[in-house]
């Protein structure tokens, strides 16, 4: 009996030990997409995940970019870049934080050591953030965090509990329902002129570009599935690419884009040519829209071919350059720039690997 005894602990402190999932340290980039996604290990170097669920309890030397309906950031971090429906935040971040979202909590245990930026629609904070921190949603709640910074709020309505400390700078418009004890506040606080329209409009506009880039990541899946060869052409096209080839891809995006409206105006002076305008038309949008996933794919291609010395994933690395796209595009006086380098080189990578191919058996 004795026997049979110590044989089932040592069977169950077996089935313990083999069941255990041992955190991995993994040197370089790292990235993952899936329907649900949680990372644990360490990495030395950014990570990026995506997908419906995503959670990461692991730790990153460099950036982390989380992009999900549904994202979770319980690790450590240099910086972060958070992007989702629902985001939960309660881990560490020892420099700079952005997060988007529709409902986005800043947990208890959350420690943000330096300055923080959020933009979404409804805000509750309750954790630390070290520095300043700017918010632009509709409503903003904190419960029992500790902000050393100043806090700029561009919202509706805003609240806070008494055993919140603001130990810098208040300011927020001067038409929202706050109910603030400046009790809590160390610094001055500042009401500023009505804001109420440009930071709805800028929420709106963070969303709106947040499902647009959600969209499109639905539409290179399909796309990568069903015309893998033309990602495949891209990279083979620009195995080598540097500026003067960057150059040229611009020029070929630029001719097309000047060149085609050209010649839809004048089939539309002719009767004739008035159906043959109307396909062009739809051919130079459905091209437009396209450009921004052939950009992201090159951009993300060219960065695993320097950082992350493994095989390549066709998914990974294009949903790894839209999300690259996407940050840099909410980024304030160089999303402009961005979004017209982005239709222009993506022009011509289409002109490269299409255009240029329809008339080759390649």
């Known amino acids: 009996m004795r026997k049979t005894f110590k044989f089932l602990i040592f069977l169950v402190v077996s089935f313990m030990m083999v069941g255990s999932v041992q955190a991995k340290t993994i040197n370089g980039f790292y990235g993952k997409i899936d329907n649900n996604v949680k990372m644990n290990d360490q990495v030395n170097g950014s990570a990026f995940i995506a997908g419906s669920k995503t959670e990461m309890t692991g730790q990153a030397d460099g950036a982390s970019l989380m992009a999900g309906d549904t994202v979770n950031f319980k690790g450590t971090s240099e910086f972060i870049?958070?992007?989702?429906?629902?985001?939960?935040?309660n881990g560490a971040v020892y420099k700079d934080s952005f997060i988007a979202g529709n409902i986005i909590k800043i947990e208890?245990?959350?420690d943000l050591q330096r300055d923080v930026f959020i933009a979404g629609a409804e805000v509750e904070i309750s954790g630390n953030i070290g520095r300043d921190v700017?918010?632009?949603a509709t409503k903003v709640t904190f419960k029992g965090a500790v902000i050393q910074g100043n806090v700029n709020i561009y919202a509706s309505n805003i609240s806070a509990d008494e055993k919140t400390k603001l130990n810098g700078n208040l300011s927020y418009p001067e038409d929202a329902d706050v109910n603030i004890d400046e009790d809590i506040v160390s610094g001055k606080i500042t009401k500023t002129e009505v804001a109420e329209d440009s930071s709805n409009g800028f929420v709106t506009v963070v969303m709106s570009k947040f499902w647009s880039f959600m969209a499109l990541m639905l539409v290179f899946a399909v796309l990568s599935l069903v015309a893998s060869k033309l990602f495949t052409r891209i990279e083979k096209e620009y195995d080598k690419f540097d500026f003067n080839k960057g150059l040229e891809v611009f020029t070929k995006g630029?001719?097309?884009?000047?060149?085609?409206?050209?010649?839809i105006f004048v089939l539309f002076l002719m009767s004739i040519g008035i159906p043959l305008a109307l396909i062009f038309l739809a051919l130079y949008f459905i091209v437009m829209y396209l450009s921004t996933m052939f950009t992201g794919y090159l951009i993300g291609y060219k960065l695993w071919q320097k950082f992350f010395n493994?095989?390549?994933?066709m998914l990974v690395v294009g949903i790894f350059g839209l999300a690259?796209?996407?940050v840099l595009n909410?980024?304030?006086?160089?999303s402009i720039i961005v979004s017209i380098l982005t239709v222009f080189i993506g022009t011509g990578i289409i002109y490269d690997v299409i255009l240029k191919k329809l008339g080759s058996s390649d």
């Open 330 to 334: 909410l980024i304030p006086g160089i």
């Open 81 to 89: 870049g958070l992007a989702g429906n629902t985001v939960d935040v």
């Open 324 to 326: 690259i796209l996407f």
């Open 310 to 313: 493994k095989d390549i994933n």
């Open 108 to 110: 208890a245990d959350a």
């Open 134 to 136: 700017t918010i632009y």
């Open 254 to 263: 630029l001719v097309f884009m000047i060149l085609v409206p050209v010649i």
